[in-house]
Each structure stands twice: as structure tokens, then as C-alpha cells.
């Protein structure tokens, strides 16, 4: 077994609880489910938000997952000029037998412009998929 990260990012139009949690579950969701992660297996979960967004703390969708023993943290993310906007990123730490190549990271909505490079390669036994703001995966 090895830790490894998996990173994911998401995006948010509005600065309120429910789109922040939201979209942060779906984002973990879509984490977990991609990687076959079990909540016991992560060792922890960091979060970061942009400085735009204030309204809930991102961990706390994580616990309305029932990921109640796993270790978390939100932080604010570095404002970077030009940086994307009410976005909220994610990193697992993850207990796993896989190799880095065969981890799916996940961007979502305006946070697929983060890593342009992950929409069409090949992870191993994987493909990276990212899904667009219309809904639709790519």
C-alpha cells in the first residue's frame, strides 16, 4: 500500500451554503466513485477554496456523506491574478495498491480550464473524464 493524491477541482456561480456543498459533494462523489475509494481508506482530505467564496467551510460536505472518521481541512486557496474564481479544489490522500498512473483526477464545470492536458489522456486502465458545465462528460 502507498498513499497517493488524488486531485480534483469544481467550480460555483454563487457564493452561498448550498451551491459551495453541492458541488463539493458532487465532486467527491465523482472522486470516490472514479477511483473505487472507500471513506477507510482515505487518510485524509484537504480542501481549499478560492477567497471569493465564504459561505461554508467544503469539509463540511464531506461529513454529509457520512465521511464522519476521516481526517479533514479547508483552507483558503493563494489568490493568483487571473486565477479561476469561486472554485473549490480538493486533494485525497489516499491508502491504495494502485500507481499514480492509475488515479482518475476529477475537474468539474469552469475547473476543467485548470488541467486542460487531463480531458483526453489515457491513466492506465482509466480515462481521465471531466465533465462540462452543460452537463455533458468529455
Not at 26 to 49: G, K
Not at 95 to 113: D, G, K, M, P, T
Not at 128 to 137: F, I, K, L, N, V
Amino acid at each position: 500500500m502507498h498513499i497517493r493524491g488524488i486531485r480534483g477541482a469544481t467550480s460555483v456561480e454563487s457564493n452561498t451554503g448550498q451551491a459551495i456543498l453541492a458541488a463539493t459533494r458532487e465532486l467527491l462523489a465523482r472522486m470516490a466513485s472514479d477511483n473505487n475509494v472507500e471513506p477507510d481508506e482515505l487518510a485524509a482530505v484537504l480542501f481549499t477554496c478560492t477567497s471569493d467564496l465564504t459561505a461554508a467551510f467544503p469539509a463540511e460536505a464531506a461529513r454529509q456523506l457520512s465521511w464522519h472518521s476521516v481526517p479533514l481541512m479547508s483552507a483558503t486557496e493563494m489568490a493568483v491574478p487571473e486565477g479561476l474564481p469561486m472554485c473549490i479544489r480538493v486533494l485525497m490522500l489516499w491508502n491504495s495498491a494502485r500507481s499514480q498512473e492509475e488515479v482518475v483526477h476529477v475537474y468539474l464545470n469552469r475547473a476543467e480550464s485548470l488541467r486542460p492536458d487531463l480531458k483526453t489522456r489515457q491513466r492506465g486502465n482509466a480515462v481521465t473524464r471531466s465533465r462540462g458545465h452543460d452537463g455533458t462528460y468529455r
